[in-house]
């Protein structure tokens, strides 16, 4: 018992700092990518060129998962939806919409532009994909039946998805220091990213369920 109320206590501690360190390092590659398709005029590799044929594809998709990533946590403070509640629930539909739509042209990029990373990189979009529309869409149906435990453990399950692109460029980054191109690192470094995140959001979920019981 004492040790899972060290976890408990780690991951208190953890958790939003984790959150909004993740979502910083998206908004930064977010960035690089809106100057490579825009305003750099340099030669690009096979990574960038995917995106500068496909400019609708990567635009609506990186907008609309940016909206949700960033504005999702705020669903989960307590302080926010006791004060806010009106605004809690309008938020929640526009964070709905703007999630199914970056689930949906994420998936669409897998078949539509050059999957980098090879059949690694394109399996984990087939699967994760429709993990992440499922709890967007599980979620709602939960909130909409008054099983408000369930649609925030639902919710949990989508943002640990959605961050899970951020946790993969860490864990690119780590291949790359250790030796591993780019190319060899992106498919595993996203299977790990994406996995890592929804496993630790199952333990969490779990958790979180015993103390309230």
Known sequence: MEIIQ??????????????WLLTVV????????????????????????????????ASIHMASGLLFLVLAPFQFSKKFRSSNL??????????MVSALIAGFFGITSGFEMPVYGG???????????PIFLFSV???????????ITQHREWMIRALSIGLGVGTQRLI????????????????????LGLGLNLVIAEIWI???RAKSK
Request: proline share 3%; aromatic share 14%; hydrophobic share 50%.
């Open 6 to 19: 060290s976890v408990k206590k780690l991951g208190s501690r953890l958790s939003w700092p984790t959150v």
């Open 26 to 57: 998206l908004l930064v590659f977010a960035g690089v990518r809106v100057f490579d398709m825009f305003l750099s005029s340099s030669e690009h590799d096979s990574f960038e060129i995917r995106y500068l044929e496909h400019p609708i594809i």
């Open 86 to 95: 009106k605004r809690h629930r309008i938020m929640g539909r526009i964070l």
């Open 119 to 129: 059949l690694a990189s394109a399996a984990s979009i087939w699967f994760f994909g």
């Open 137 to 147: 869409m599980r979620g709602w149906w939960c909130a909409r039946n008054k099983k």
């Open 206 to 208: 779990n958790l979180s």
């Open 172 to 191: 690119l980054a780590i291949f790359q220091i250790n030796g591993y191109s780019m190319a060899e690192g992106f498919g595993p470094g996203l299977w």
